[in-house]
Protein backbone atom coordinates (compact mmCIF):
# COMPACT_ATOMS: atom_id res chain seq x y z
CA UNK A 1 0.00 0.00 0.00
CA UNK A 2 1.39 3.58 -1.07
CA UNK A 3 1.99 5.73 1.94
CA UNK A 4 0.00 8.56 1.30
CA UNK A 5 -2.89 6.55 1.34
CA UNK A 6 -1.58 5.31 4.50
CA UNK A 7 -1.32 8.56 5.90
CA UNK A 8 -5.25 9.51 4.50
CA UNK A 9 -6.36 6.78 6.35
CA UNK A 10 -4.40 6.95 9.54
CA UNK A 11 -6.29 11.05 9.45
CA UNK A 12 -10.02 9.47 8.68
CA UNK A 13 -9.47 6.94 11.06
CA UNK A 14 -7.90 9.53 13.72
CA UNK A 15 -11.26 11.92 12.86
CA UNK A 16 -13.95 9.13 13.39
CA UNK A 17 -11.96 8.85 17.01
CA UNK A 18 -12.81 12.65 17.53
CA UNK A 19 -15.93 12.31 16.32
CA UNK A 20 -16.60 9.16 18.85
CA UNK A 21 -15.07 11.15 21.72
CA UNK A 22 -17.54 14.38 20.99
CA UNK A 23 -20.33 12.40 20.97
CA UNK A 24 -19.33 11.23 24.33
CA UNK A 25 -19.01 14.18 25.48
CA UNK A 26 -22.42 15.61 24.22
CA UNK A 27 -24.18 12.67 25.77
CA UNK A 28 -23.09 14.04 29.02
CA UNK A 29 -23.71 17.31 28.84
CA UNK A 30 -27.24 16.67 27.41
CA UNK A 31 -28.09 13.88 30.20
CA UNK A 32 -26.69 16.65 32.86
CA UNK A 33 -28.90 19.33 31.23
CA UNK A 34 -32.23 16.86 31.30
CA UNK A 35 -30.79 16.02 35.12
CA UNK A 36 -30.54 19.03 36.09
CA UNK A 37 -33.93 20.16 34.96
CA UNK A 38 -35.77 16.90 36.15
CA UNK A 39 -34.81 17.62 39.74
CA UNK A 40 -36.77 20.87 40.23
CA UNK A 41 -39.66 19.96 37.32
CA UNK A 42 -41.90 21.15 40.22
CA UNK A 43 -41.11 24.56 39.51
CA UNK A 44 -40.91 24.59 35.92
CA UNK A 45 -44.24 24.81 33.65
CA UNK A 46 -42.85 24.61 30.00
CA UNK A 47 -41.65 21.56 29.28
CA UNK A 48 -39.99 23.03 25.67
CA UNK A 49 -36.67 24.13 27.92
CA UNK A 50 -35.84 20.74 27.20
CA UNK A 51 -35.38 20.72 23.24
CA UNK A 52 -31.89 21.81 23.18
CA UNK A 53 -30.53 19.25 25.59
CA UNK A 54 -32.62 16.70 23.24
CA UNK A 55 -31.00 17.49 20.11
CA UNK A 56 -28.16 17.90 22.00
CA UNK A 57 -27.95 13.64 22.49
CA UNK A 58 -29.22 13.20 19.25
CA UNK A 59 -26.46 15.26 17.58
CA UNK A 60 -24.18 12.88 20.01
CA UNK A 61 -26.08 9.50 18.78
CA UNK A 62 -25.25 11.32 15.12
CA UNK A 63 -21.68 11.69 15.93
CA UNK A 64 -21.20 7.88 17.08
CA UNK A 65 -23.04 7.33 13.56
CA UNK A 66 -20.68 9.69 11.60
CA UNK A 67 -17.65 8.21 13.36
CA UNK A 68 -18.45 4.45 12.48
CA UNK A 69 -19.46 5.72 8.85
CA UNK A 70 -16.30 7.57 8.66
CA UNK A 71 -14.30 4.12 9.89
CA UNK A 72 -16.29 1.92 7.87
CA UNK A 73 -15.51 3.69 4.94
CA UNK A 74 -11.93 4.61 5.05
CA UNK A 75 -11.48 0.49 6.08
CA UNK A 76 -13.13 -0.15 2.70
CA UNK A 77 -12.28 2.55 0.66
CA UNK A 78 -15.69 3.37 -0.36
CA UNK A 79 -16.19 6.72 -2.16
CA UNK A 80 -19.88 6.56 -1.31
CA UNK A 81 -19.27 5.83 2.51
CA UNK A 82 -17.11 9.21 2.32
CA UNK A 83 -19.14 11.63 0.55
CA UNK A 84 -22.24 10.32 3.36
CA UNK A 85 -20.07 11.03 5.67
CA UNK A 86 -19.60 14.46 4.82
CA UNK A 87 -23.22 15.07 4.13
CA UNK A 88 -24.27 13.74 7.83
CA UNK A 89 -21.39 16.46 9.50
CA UNK A 90 -23.39 19.17 7.48
CA UNK A 91 -26.48 18.04 9.20
CA UNK A 92 -24.93 18.08 12.30
CA UNK A 93 -23.60 21.42 12.35
CA UNK A 94 -27.59 22.39 11.05
CA UNK A 95 -28.92 20.56 13.88
CA UNK A 96 -26.06 22.32 16.36
CA UNK A 97 -27.47 25.88 15.36
CA UNK A 98 -30.84 25.07 16.17
CA UNK A 99 -29.98 23.58 19.99
CA UNK A 100 -28.00 26.74 20.26
CA UNK A 101 -30.84 29.26 18.97
CA UNK A 102 -33.36 27.11 21.01
CA UNK A 103 -30.94 27.54 24.40
CA UNK A 104 -30.35 31.35 24.26
CA UNK A 105 -34.38 31.33 23.35
CA UNK A 106 -35.21 29.41 26.83
CA UNK A 107 -32.19 30.69 28.29
CA UNK A 108 -34.24 33.93 28.73
CA UNK A 109 -37.54 32.68 29.37
CA UNK A 110 -36.42 30.84 32.82
CA UNK A 111 -37.47 33.97 34.72
CA UNK A 112 -40.68 34.29 34.03
CA UNK A 113 -41.59 30.08 33.98
CA UNK A 114 -40.35 30.14 37.44
CA UNK A 115 -41.90 33.19 38.55
CA UNK A 116 -45.39 31.63 38.45
CA UNK A 117 -44.66 28.02 39.25
CA UNK A 118 -42.94 28.45 41.91
CA UNK A 119 -45.16 30.82 43.72
CA UNK A 120 -48.26 27.88 43.16
CA UNK A 121 -46.03 25.45 44.93
CA UNK A 122 -44.87 26.78 47.95
CA UNK A 123 -48.62 28.15 48.15
CA UNK A 124 -49.46 24.26 48.44
CA UNK A 125 -46.68 23.26 51.02
CA UNK A 126 -48.52 21.41 53.89
CA UNK A 127 -45.33 19.04 55.08
CA UNK A 128 -47.15 16.37 53.91
CA UNK A 129 -47.56 16.40 50.00
CA UNK A 130 -45.59 16.10 47.09
CA UNK A 131 -45.21 20.02 46.44
CA UNK A 132 -43.72 19.87 50.20
CA UNK A 133 -41.30 17.24 49.13
CA UNK A 134 -39.87 19.24 46.47
CA UNK A 135 -39.79 22.31 48.65
CA UNK A 136 -38.07 21.12 51.14
CA UNK A 137 -35.87 19.75 48.47
CA UNK A 138 -35.17 22.63 46.34
CA UNK A 139 -34.27 25.19 49.98
CA UNK A 140 -32.28 22.52 51.42
CA UNK A 141 -30.32 21.38 48.24
CA UNK A 142 -29.55 25.65 47.11
CA UNK A 143 -29.96 26.84 50.73
CA UNK A 144 -32.39 29.18 50.55
CA UNK A 145 -35.69 30.29 51.84
CA UNK A 146 -38.89 31.26 50.60
CA UNK A 147 -39.81 32.33 46.63
CA UNK A 148 -37.94 35.83 47.10
CA UNK A 149 -36.52 35.65 50.09
CA UNK A 150 -37.71 33.91 54.06
CA UNK A 151 -40.33 36.50 54.88
CA UNK A 152 -42.38 35.00 52.09
CA UNK A 153 -43.18 32.56 54.35
CA UNK A 154 -45.52 34.72 56.02
CA UNK A 155 -48.21 35.22 53.14
CA UNK A 156 -48.37 31.20 53.26
CA UNK A 157 -51.06 29.18 54.94
CA UNK A 158 -47.91 27.23 56.70
CA UNK A 159 -46.93 29.91 58.55
CA UNK A 160 -50.18 30.97 60.07
CA UNK A 161 -50.95 26.84 61.00
CA UNK A 162 -47.67 26.30 62.88
CA UNK A 163 -47.21 29.21 64.76
CA UNK A 164 -45.29 31.48 62.83
CA UNK A 165 -42.48 29.41 61.91
CA UNK A 166 -40.91 28.47 58.46
CA UNK A 167 -39.98 24.73 56.97
CA UNK A 168 -37.21 23.00 59.25
CA UNK A 169 -35.32 23.43 55.41
CA UNK A 170 -35.12 26.78 55.65
CA UNK A 171 -32.80 26.21 58.41
CA UNK A 172 -28.97 26.99 57.98
CA UNK A 173 -26.73 23.24 58.25
CA UNK A 174 -25.26 22.34 61.61
CA UNK A 175 -27.79 24.92 63.64
CA UNK A 176 -30.15 24.02 66.68
CA UNK A 177 -33.43 25.96 64.20
CA UNK A 178 -36.51 24.56 64.51
CA UNK A 179 -37.60 27.68 61.60
CA UNK A 180 -38.27 30.22 63.92
CA UNK A 181 -39.57 33.25 62.00
CA UNK A 182 -37.93 35.96 64.24
CA UNK A 183 -34.44 34.08 64.37
CA UNK A 184 -33.36 35.45 60.90
CA UNK A 185 -29.31 34.32 62.10
CA UNK A 186 -30.75 30.69 62.04
CA UNK A 187 -32.09 30.81 58.58
CA UNK A 188 -30.87 30.83 54.85
CA UNK A 189 -32.80 33.93 53.97
CA UNK A 190 -31.82 34.38 50.41
CA UNK A 191 -34.72 33.35 47.98
CA UNK A 192 -34.81 30.26 46.01
CA UNK A 193 -36.00 31.94 42.94
CA UNK A 194 -32.82 33.68 41.94
CA UNK A 195 -30.62 31.01 43.65
CA UNK A 196 -32.41 28.48 41.29
CA UNK A 197 -32.80 30.60 37.91
CA UNK A 198 -29.33 31.21 38.06
CA UNK A 199 -28.15 27.26 38.41
CA UNK A 200 -30.61 26.55 35.64
CA UNK A 201 -28.76 29.45 33.49
CA UNK A 202 -25.72 28.39 34.04
CA UNK A 203 -26.46 24.91 33.19
CA UNK A 204 -27.57 26.28 29.74
CA UNK A 205 -24.74 27.97 29.27
CA UNK A 206 -22.74 25.19 29.35
CA UNK A 207 -24.40 23.44 27.38
CA UNK A 208 -24.42 26.51 24.69
CA UNK A 209 -20.83 26.79 25.03
CA UNK A 210 -20.05 22.68 24.19
CA UNK A 211 -22.56 23.31 21.22
CA UNK A 212 -20.59 26.02 20.05
CA UNK A 213 -17.39 24.54 21.20
CA UNK A 214 -17.83 21.21 19.32
CA UNK A 215 -18.37 21.91 15.47
CA UNK A 216 -15.07 24.35 15.91
CA UNK A 217 -13.16 21.47 17.02
CA UNK A 218 -14.28 19.14 13.98
CA UNK A 219 -14.16 22.10 11.77
CA UNK A 220 -10.37 22.76 12.70
CA UNK A 221 -9.55 18.89 12.81
CA UNK A 222 -10.50 18.65 8.99
CA UNK A 223 -8.87 21.66 7.74
CA UNK A 224 -5.63 20.16 9.87
CA UNK A 225 -5.62 16.96 9.11
CA UNK A 226 -7.56 17.92 5.03
CA UNK A 227 -3.21 19.62 4.79
CA UNK A 228 -1.41 15.54 5.53
CA UNK A 229 -4.12 14.11 3.89
CA UNK A 230 -4.45 12.54 0.31
CA UNK A 231 -7.20 11.43 -1.76
CA UNK A 232 -7.91 7.29 -1.57
CA UNK A 233 -9.44 7.72 -5.64
CA UNK A 234 -7.20 9.07 -8.48
Known amino acids: MDCGILTSKSVLLILSLIFWAAGAAL ?54 GLSFFMVILLLVFAAEVAAFVFGFIYRGKIKGDLEKSMSDVFQKYDGKNAETAAVDYLQSQLQCCGVNNYTDWSSRPW ?49 MLVILVTPLICVITCRSGRNEYQPLYA
Not at 53 to 80: P, Q, Y
Not at 191 to 201: H, N
Open 27 to 80: SYVGAYVIKSYRTFDNFLEDKYTLIPAAIIIGVAVVLFIIGLIGCCATLRESKV
Open 159 to 207: FTSHNSTVPVSCCKANSTCTGQFDKPELLNVQGCEAKLEKLLQDVLSYA
